[in-house]
């Protein structure tokens, strides 16, 4: 009785707050990484020091841990079919954050097949909450057009290049709506 209590102590205070802390955090790749490590570790040395009572533990301990690292790599592949649908309403490119287990889209690129009916349709998207840098490179955007990328709460970096159809005045007007973000004008002329 005494070896199964601490087997239970021993579970609800590793396991279950590392399983916690990933989902509350939403740990990025490393962190994800080195908890399903560090788990792993404290599931082997709960085995050895336990023995065949600690085999069930064990076995559910790596069970939850193969689930986390399962739905993250279901969360990085939701976010490769986002970025999939970004670039097949128009966009020359979207990446996804994340080096090991990909993230969020952050970056998009808007080239000439992107008008004001495509960008509204990218923004309407789910999933496109992180998007910090978009570059729109020749597209037939309006000045009605550009105010859609406001509803990029992150947004940073916003960089217009060789789009005569927007007007300084409209960059002006969404400079004062997203003051945090960085706006870089270039144009041919």
């Not at 509204?120 to 955007?141: F, M, N, Q, R, Y």
Request: charged letters at 20%; aromatic letters at 10%; proline letters at 4%.
């Amino acid at each position: 009785m005494k070896n199964s209590f601490a087997i239970n102590r021993h579970f609800r205070h590793i396991i279950i707050p590392l399983i916690l802390f990933a989902f509350l955090f939403q740990l990025k790749d490393v962190g994800i990484i080195l908890l399903i490590i560090w788990g792993s570790v404290e599931l082997f040395r709960f085995l050895k020091r336990y023995g065949k009572k600690g085999k069930v533990t064990f076995f559910t301990g790596a069970a939850f841990l193969l689930l986390l690292l399962g739905i993250q790599i279901y969360r990085g592949l939701g976010h490769f079919e986002v970025a999939r649908r970004v670039t097949e309403l128009g966009a020359s490119l979207a990446t996804v954050s994340g080096e090991l287990i990909p993230g969020p889209v952050n970056y998009i690129s808007l080239g000439d097949g992107v008008g004001d009916a495509e960008l509204e349709k990218i923004v309407a998207l789910e999933g496109l909450d992180h998007v910090d840098t978009v570059i729109a490179s020749g597209t037939p955007i309006t000045d009605d057009g550009l105010f859609l990328l406001a509803r990029f709460p992150y947004l940073e970096r916003l960089i217009i290049m060789n789009c005569p159809q927007i007007s300084q005045q409209a960059i002006d007007a969404l400079q004062q709506e997203l003051p945090d973000c960085s706006i870089l004008v270039m144009t041919d002329e």
